[in-house]
Each structure stands twice: as C-alpha cells, then as structure tokens.
C-alpha cells in the first residue's frame, strides 16, 4: 500500500515516455539491460501491427542508480518513441495554425468505438479525440514494464519469480499442462504467441491471419504464475490491504482488459466446497508457509487477502482490439452524422504482449506488498527480515 509508487508519462506519438519509480530500496544490483529485456518482450507477439517494427524500446536511467546499484532514491527512466520524428509536427507543443476545416492536422473526429476517444473529448471538452487517444494508448504500458522491471529485480533477489503464458486467443483454448516448466517465461517466450500448446498456437495463428484479411481482430487470455511468495503478503483486516484485491485492479488497469480470475475463479462458483476448497496437510520439508501445505491450490495463492505461500495463479482476459481496419459505425463528432470510424493502423491481437504487461502489474503490486510486510531501506534489510520471518515459520505448526 503505496511504500512503492510509480507514475508515468508520455504520449503515444510525443518524443517520449517518462517512468518514476520512488520507494525502491538501496542496493538492488540493476542495468539497463534488465530492463531493457522486459521491454523487449512486451514488443513481441505474432499479430501485433507496424508499430512494434518502427520502436526498438530502450531506457535511459536519468536518476535513482549508480554504478550498477540503486541509491534508495527515485529511478526515473526516459524511453524515446523513434515514431515520433513522423509526428513531430503533429504533437509539438507550441501553438500553430488549425487546418482547413478548423481542427490540426491528423485530427480525429470519427471517434472509433472500443476506444477512450468520445467518452474522451466529451468529458475533457476536447473537439479534437487525439488528445485523448494519445495517452489512453497502451504504448503508456512500456513505461509501466519499465518501473516495474525494477521490482522483479529485487523480488528475484529475494526468491520470488514471475511468468506468463497464453492460455487462450480468439476462440483456441491451448492446453495448460498439469506442471508448468520450471522457467515459464523460457518456455512461452520460444512461442510467437507464449502458450506452451504448439497445435493450439498453429490453430491460433490461422485465426488471426484469418481476421487480419477481414480487417477484424482478436483478444485472449494470459495467465501469470509466481513462485516463491511467502504465506502473509497482503492481508484479512481491510478492504483495501486485501491482496488479491490489489491484484485484481492491477490487472484491470491493463488497457482493454476486462476480466481477472484468481485460481479456479469463476469456476469456484458453479462447484460445491468439497470441489473447490484446497485441504491443508503437514508438509515433508520447509514451504513457504513453514511446515504446512495445500494438496491443491484451487485457490490460486490467496486466501483472506493474503498469500497462501502456494503458487499465485492469476488469469487475465484481454477484449478484441479496438480498431478494426473494416471500420465500425460510428458518429464524426464534427458533423454529428453518422460515419466509419478512424482506422490507419493496428495490431490485430496483443494478448502475447498484454501477459508481459500483466506480469509487470503483478511484479509491481507483490514488491509494494513484500516491502510492506519486511520494508527496509537496503535490500539487505529487506532480506534480513523476510529470513527473520520465515525462520519463525519454521518454529511453528511442528
Ligand atoms: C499491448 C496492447 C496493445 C494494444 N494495441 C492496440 C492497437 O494497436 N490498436 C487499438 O485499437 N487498440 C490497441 N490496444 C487496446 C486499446 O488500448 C484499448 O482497447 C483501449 O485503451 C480501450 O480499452 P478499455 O476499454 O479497457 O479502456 C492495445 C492494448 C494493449 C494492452
Ligand atoms: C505503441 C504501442 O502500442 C500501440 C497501442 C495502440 C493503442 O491504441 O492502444 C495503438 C498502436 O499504436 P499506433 O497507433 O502508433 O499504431 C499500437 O502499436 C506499444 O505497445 O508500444
């Protein structure tokens, strides 16, 4: 609850995206090719648009690390858009000159559905939905990746990891094995769409040529694994401690996402207690909730707002994208008659890249709560009293 906090700027088409990340302790051994990586991976993913070839997404750190360590102060990063050269007249900031019919160049009035624009211009008082458009993009995700890069760093460095794979695209369920590869995200990234089901991927990846012809597009769902929590993250005694709440508005902050199930989720409702409810047993060796374990973890890693110490297993479904390049109805805001709306380019599907952002929102909110629980303002600190903690789990339940 806020011991972390970072915030974003930049516009989709502006010379850049800024990431400030305050709170994150001193001593995390970090470069920018930690960072760096996780940015690459949110630019993959078989349907994505023209786009992701123009950008090459790097960071520059511009505070917060020295000599390949964090100082305890805030970490801000810059991305460049090397799009921008192709919009620089478009978005500079300086006042000019509107076009014939009274609006700036590549102005859009044919607000697309699906998207922020009209509700947009209409709430902000804006005649123009670029300058709406620009910042609702998900290309703001990338400054999220960014910031929370640097949590996965330090969660690393305490034991807990943090994967995804694709577990459904328009319409295809893949197959989810019984036990997932010990490196997930080695796994799923080998994948142009990270599942780890290659017929239900063959079958995928005729879908989206199928509706890239049409001009429609596609969504899907990603699921996020973390191992290595201990029991007690988040907790019972308020609503909004409640990790698994947390979790679910990281999750639904993701542009376009629209669903968030944790463990069986919508499942457990159609099922009896016996069906759903993991049984607890004495555990052979040390756990991560001391000396008891689930025999099954229906429960997906929380219970009571708090981590189980059992894997986190959290599901994110990811509407269609927005613009279809065969135009929906809608209303020219400058005209009020009926028209097709705006459609230049698009990603088909980005369900691949929406699971690399839904691990970052995972990384960010589990880092905000370990320093929560074993805060410290060294990442020494923090270790010390997370071993602290579970040495005093081993004195319990035995
Ligand atoms: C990684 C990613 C890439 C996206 N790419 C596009 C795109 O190319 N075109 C588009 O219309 N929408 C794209 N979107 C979706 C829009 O950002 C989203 O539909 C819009 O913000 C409205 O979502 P909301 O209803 O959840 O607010 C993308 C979303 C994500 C997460
Ligand atoms: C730039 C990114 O995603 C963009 C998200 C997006 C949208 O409307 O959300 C629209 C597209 O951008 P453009 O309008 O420039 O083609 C995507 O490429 C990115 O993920 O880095």
């Not at 786009?51 to 991305?79: C, N, Y």
């Not at 709430?123 to 400054?143: C, G, M, N, Q, V």
């Not at 380019?345 to 995972?362: C, F, L, N, Q």
Request: proline share 4%; hydrophobic share 40%.
């Amino acid at each position: 609850m806020s011991n972390l906090r970072f915030t974003t700027a930049g516009e989709s088409h502006g010379p850049a995206l800024v990431s400030v990340l305050e709170g994150m302790p001193a001593g995390v051994s970090l470069l920018a090719a930690d960072v760096d990586t996780e940015l690459a991976r949110r630019q993959q993913g078989y349907g994505r648009g023209r786009r992701m070839q123009i950008e090459t997404d790097r960071i520059e750190f511009l505070s917060g690390v020295r000599a390949g360590e964090t100082l305890g102060s805030p970490i801000s990063m810059l991305i460049r858009n090397s799009d921008w050269k192709n919009w620089q007249e478009i978005m500079d900031p300086a006042p000019r000159e509107a076009d014939a019919t009274g609006l700036r160049k590549r102005h859009v009035t044919r607000v697309r559905p699906g998207h922020a624009d009209l509700t947009g211009i209409l709430k902000y008082d804006r005649e123009d939905a670029r300058d709406i458009l620009e910042r609702a993009s998900a290309r703001e995700t990338t400054a999220r990746v960014a910031a929370s890069a640097v949590c996965r760093v330090m969660l690393r460095a305490l034991g807990i990891e943090i994967g995804s794979h694709l577990v459904h695209l328009g319409g295809v369920d893949a197959v989810r094995p019984d036990v997932l590869p010990q490196d997930l995200n080695a796994a799923s990234d080998a994948s142009p769409l990270r599942t780890l089901d290659a017929d239900a991927e063959a079958l995928m990846i005729t879908r989206i040529d199928a509706a890239k012809k049409e001009g429609n597009t596609l969504g899907g769902i990603c699921e996020v694994v973390v191992t290595g929590l201990p029991v007690g993250l988040g907790s019972h005694v308020s609503w909004d401690r409640r990790i698994d709440g947390r979790l679910g508005q990281a999750m639904l902050s993701i542009p376009a996402v629209k669903g968030v199930e944790i463990g069986m989720g919508f499942e457990t409702a159609r099922r009896t207690g016996a069906e759903v409810h993991d049984e607890i047993e004495p555990a052979m060796g040390r756990t991560r909730a001391g000396h008891v374990q689930r025999r099954t973890n229906r429960a997906g890693g929380t219970e009571g707002g708090m981590t189980t110490g059992e894997e986190l297993v959290i599901r994110v479904a990811m509407k269609p994208i927005s613009t279809l390049m065969r135009p929906l109805g809608t209303v020219d805001v400058a005209t009020g008659q009926s028209a097709q709306a705006v459609a230049e380019r698009s990603d088909v599907t980005a369900v691949p890249a929406m699971g690399v952002i839904a691990e970052a929102m995972a990384a960010f909110v589990l880092a905000d709560a370990v320093l929560e629980k074993f805060g410290g303002d060294s990442l020494e600190e923090v270790q010390r009293n997370l071993d602290a903690y579970l040495a005093r789990l081993d004195e319990r339940v035995r």
